[in-house]
């Protein structure tokens, strides 16, 4: 006998999209003297001019919850309707029990499947490819899908390589059953030769001056930039064409372009190298938001759906990379205009 699903293949979609960023804005004036650096070397070096850093006291899932609840909000769904909650994050401080569990149960969610996906810049889209196998498959039929970090607390501010790249903040989808397909394939591999060119490590910095970690190793992200921007430009390129090559689309059917704001020369090099025409707008939230890792691509797309409301409905370009090295991107259809 063999097995068959009680719910037949359905396809999914992004129904809305949510955003949190922190209240605290950072001018690369504020970081500049303990890296000897200037506002004009950081703004050529990565586009970046501000960043947004949480409080002390606010932590990555009451960023995750913030924007869970704009997203919820804007689906016209009730939370208590999520069946899975996928968080990707690498700043939750704790190993276990996960940062999802804790937004479920602040949003009292019950009974919903709830896991962490730790694939840093590149986990928004594995977790958004998720989603979209859950709801197909019929094992899910509503997905809150967040990409949340708080980096702040995990900056040596005397690094000149990375205390002015991370920034926090939070961003969130519903993902929900659609007549129609509203997620490519996702497209997603890694390159674990170079798996340690960003990297938490060890330092001796105390995290909070005063607790009971201040004597233990905090680990601080570090990253070696000349070898992840090579790999971001040559090979990420490749895969931002094949996952348009994927879904049976034209570089002409791609409305906008959101990649992980990791830095904005890389993102201008991915542009061109992938060939996409003068008329797909792109998404260049890095210059005042920083790089907030897995956070970034729904960020970028909430202000690029605010700037331009237009796109609301029409086919964007996802790619994320980061650290492992990873990626993972998938073309969708960006969500309807809220009600």
């Known amino acids: 006998m063999t097995l068959t699903f009680k719910t037949p293949t359905q396809n999914a979609r992004i129904l809305s999209v949510g955003a949190y960023r922190p209240e605290r804005v950072v001018p690369n004036s504020e970081l500049v003297d303990r890296i ?41 769904i009730k939370a208590q309707e999520i069946d899975t909650i996928i968080f990707a994050t690498i700043t939750y401080p704790y190993q276990t029990p996960s940062a999802s569990t804790e937004v479920a149960q602040r949003l009292e969610i019950k009974g919903a499947a709830a896991f962490d996906v730790g694939a840093a810049c590149a986990g928004f889209s594995y977790s958004l490819g998720l989603a979209n196998d859950m709801i197909r498959s019929g094992s899910a039929k509503y997905v809150l899908v967040i990409g949340g970090e708080k980096i ?16 926090d903040g939070a961003g969130a989808v519903i ?58 430009v040559y090979e990420v390129a490749k895969v931002g064409k094949e996952i348009i090559a994927a879904t049976g689309l034209q570089p002409s059917d791609i409305a906008a372009f959101i990649p992980h704001q990791a830095n904005e020369r890389i993102i201008e090099s991915l542009t061109k190298s992938m060939e996409l ?30 700037e331009h409301p237009d796109l609301h409905g029409k086919n964007a370009l996802l790619i994320g990379f980061g650290a492992g090295l990873v990626y993972a991107g998938q073309v969708v259809e960006l969500p309807p205009q809220p009600k």
């Open 36 to 76: 000897e650096s200037s506002d004009e070397w950081i703004q050529q070096r990565t586009g970046i001019q501000t960043r947004h850093w949480a409080r002390e006291d606010e932590s990555v899932t009451d960023m995750a919850v913030a924007a869970a609840q704009i997203a919820i909000a804007r689906a016209g």
């Open 152 to 167: 702040s607390d995990f900056l040596d501010l005397d690094d000149r390589a990375t205390s002015f790249i991370f920034a």
């Open 175 to 232: 993902v929900g059953p659609s007549d129609t397909v509203g997620i490519g394939p996702t497209i997603s591999g890694s390159d674990v030769e170079n798996r340690e060119a960003i990297a938490m490590v060890p330092s001796w910095i105390a995290y909070k001056p005063g607790s009971d970690l201040a004597a233990t190793s905090w680990p601080v992200i570090h990253q070696e930039g000349q070898k992840v921007f090579r790999w971001a």
């Open 277 to 306: 025409p003068e008329s797909v707008i792109v998404a260049r939230d890095i210059r005042t938001t920083g790089n907030t890792s897995a956070a970034s691509i729904p960020l970028a797309m909430d202000a690029l759906l605010a």
